[in-house]
């Protein structure tokens, strides 16, 4: 019959073999015969003190007794004190056995075959598993436990792989028949592994908020947290597969579905000038005439940059501008939309709106300064970032739009 340890007779079996699995004897680095052994301090802190009751040393000694009466180990004695807890060599199978515990090695070669077993699937995975590969066969820890890697590699291959617009929470449910786990579980480790082992930097260039990095990130795979759409105004024609030709004015402003958006053949756009806005508030105040606007919320994923291209090669005599934040933040938008190798320029984000509305702005913070510094060295706005590093002072476009359009109404009534 199997010896049945209790839980401090497995832990001072545990502590054993790992002394046993991190020596050179189990590497087969030892020419010489090696002997493994713990202190009982190790296990029991207080067992040389003075002030530890006389009883619980008894208890800790019978329990060390037992173990060396079942021949897994030996006790190191002086008098009837214990030195040293010695692992008895013979008996390191029946140590495996007792604690239901694989040996290194095995277990090594384990993770290995799980690992190889992914790769080939996706470019990101197979960077993903060489690096676990490389840190278990160089004795070090893979980045999670093989049960989570065993939850996390087929949903990491579920998102690279889906071609359909899919809400967070309907993810979590047809993998996992939870709404909510996805998100409390997994999405951060997910978007880990993809924004360490995939192509995203671009995308993620300037952006430090870790939220908005997932959304990004998972927005390139067609998940979203909430529905994603185009808010757009101004006089134009759009044409969708199947439909007649859609007239918008600047009155009346629409929001399409990215899935709807697909099925967008042709958009003619009547005005000179096109905006994108970084704000839906300030979306919903520019009436500008001769500007057709589009509010794409925030950073701009891969979907909307290739539609923003439509666009521009549908409507090639247009001007292209973008109305943000005075912050580092919303210039770094606009470096970030000329990626699509349209000529993006800023519009009402110019020094004479960071003196006419300071009386409205904040203090920079130490990240605001840090990215308005890293502008200047490269060349870019130099003028803008001087000045707001100069005046420690940023602006929300909330109130630049509010505040064009006062004084647009001022002047109709004066006309």
Known sequence: MRFNADKLQREVLSKLLDKYENSKTYKGENQVRQTFSISPESIMKEYASDYEDTDNIHLFEAELEEL?????????????????????????????????????????????????????????????????????????KPEYSLEDAM????????????????????????????????????????????????????????????????????????????????????????????????????????????????????????????????????????????????????YHNTAKQRLLTRIAEQNREIRWFHFGDFDPDGFLIIEHLKKTGIDFRPIHMGRGELEKYRKYGRKLEENDRKKAGALLEKGMYPEEMAFMLEQDCKIEQEIVSWMLETERNEREMIQ
């Not at 807890?85 to 799980?114: D, T």
């Not at 967070?168 to 999405?187: A, C, D, H, Q, T």
């Not at 520019?286 to 919320?297: C, I, Q, V, W």
């Open 68 to 140: 060396a009466r079942e021949r897994l180990i030996r006790l190191d004695l002086k008098g009837t004190v214990i030195r040293k807890i010695i692992l008895n060599s013979e008996s390191i199978p029946a140590c495996y056995a007792i604690l239901g515990r694989e040996e290194k090695n095995a277990w090594i070669r384990k993770q290995i075959l799980f690992y190889e077993s992914y790769r080939g699937k996706h470019s990101v995975i197979n960077k993903f598993c060489a690096e676990q590969i490389r840190l278990l066969e160089s004795g070090r």
């Open 151 to 298: 939850e996390l590699l087929p949903l990491c291959l579920f998102i690279l792989e889906n071609k359909e617009e899919l809400l967070e929470r309907e993810l979590s449910i047809v993998r996992f028949g939870n709404s909510k786990l996805f998100e409390k579980k997994f999405r951060t480790r997910i978007c880990h592994i993809f924004s360490k082992y995939g192509d995203y930097a671009e995308l993620l260039d300037g952006i430090d908020n870790e939220r908005e990095r997932e959304q990004i990130i998972l927005g390139e795979h067609s998940i979203y947290s909430n529905p994603s759409y185009l808010y757009i105004k101004g006089e134009a024609t759009l044409t969708f597969r199947g439909l007649p030709p859609v007239e918008l004015s600047l009155d009346t402003p629409v929001a399409y579905s990215s899935e709807s958006l697909q099925k967008l053949e042709r958009i003619y756009i009547h005005a000179s000038q096109v905006m994108t806005i970084e704000n839906l508030t300030s979306f919903n105040r520019m009436k500008e005439k001769d500007y057709f606007y589009l509010f794409l919320s925030g």
